[in-house]
């Protein structure tokens, strides 16, 4: 028997307000430890497609579901659950840049607590030394004391990436997490989402321009152009002359 999809979308459609299609009839299933890459031209509707998953953007018709729960119907403490089963990671890291490396990956944990604790910077023991494996995950243990915006963008990025460990996230959804680096720390980053996804078993989902990023790391690949899902094949059927038709302008 075939597990249950721990994503799928069902005929999804997204409007936005002022009318721009951002997603149009999307079907789509992951898979629980999957490592989907999803490639398109900028505004094919990548970051909308991840958005819809964790409730930032509602669809305006159609389901995703979550581990078979319709997210739309998620509220309160159901929808703060879903939020901590899904980390999210940004192009531009989204750190609090004054803070130490500590502090923010800390804030991870930020809905467990009440506000006035987190904000108070009262963490428990237990939850500093989580902090300190996650940055050991990612090789910035050294860095745990300095600020955030002391550090080079790539090790930003793993501090990004050891914060949504803090939540045990079931899936991560990485938005263009590298567009902002140079190679180097490109594969570092690449790296870490893949040892989480291989040894965590976390289903990973990243949104690429590079497509020889994507052929390297992928187990699929997926390519979106003006809002339709135009391709949807497991890595060893993926061709790099299909992902360079993706990318050819309309
Ligand atoms: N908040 C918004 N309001 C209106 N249109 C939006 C909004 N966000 C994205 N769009 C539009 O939706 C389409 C898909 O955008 P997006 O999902 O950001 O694409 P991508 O991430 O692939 O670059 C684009 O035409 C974009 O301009
Ligand atoms: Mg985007």
Redesign the pocket.
């Known amino acids: 028997m075939k597990a249950q999809p721990i994503i799928e979308f069902q005929n999804v459609n997204?409007v936005?307000?002022?009318g721009?299609?951002?997603?149009k009839a999307i079907n789509l299933k992951v898979n629980p430890g999957e490592f989907l890459v999803v490639v398109?031209?900028?505004?094919?509707?990548?970051?909308?497609?991840?958005?819809t998953i964790n409730q930032m953007?509602r669809p305006s018709s159609g389901k995703v579901l979550v581990d078979g729960v319709e997210v739309a119907t998620l509220k309160g403490t159901a929808l703060r659950e879903l939020r901590r089963k899904v980390g999210m990671i940004f192009q531009n890291f989204n750190l609090v840049k004054r803070s130490s490396v500590e502090h923010n990956v800390l804030s991870g944990k930020i809905s467990y607590y009440p506000t006035w604790k987190s904000i108070l910077g009262l963490y428990s023991k237990a939850d500093k030394r989580k902090a300190a494996q996650a940055l050991d995950r990612v090789n910035l243990l050294e860095k745990i004391y300095m600020r955030a915006d002391q550090l080079s963008g790539g090790q930003q990025q793993r501090v990004a990436i050891a914060r949504t460990l803090m939540q045990d996230p079931k899936i991560i959804l990485a938005?263009?997490p590298i567009a902002s680096l140079d190679p180097l720390t490109t594969t570092a980053v690449m790296n870490d989402l893949q040892k989480l996804n291989q040894e965590d078993g976390i289903t990973v989902i990243v949104?690429l321009h590079s497509v020889p990023l994507a052929l390297k790391y992928a187990d699929r690949i997926v390519g979106?152009r003006a809002?339709q899902l135009v391709y949807d094949e497991p890595i060893d059927q993926v061709t790099e002359e299909d992902l360079n038709q993706i990318y050819q302008p309309m």
């Open positions: 997204k936005y307000d002022n721009t299609v951002g997603l398109g031209l900028s505004g094919a509707g990548k970051s909308t497609l991840m958005r953007h938005d263009e949104n979106m809002g």
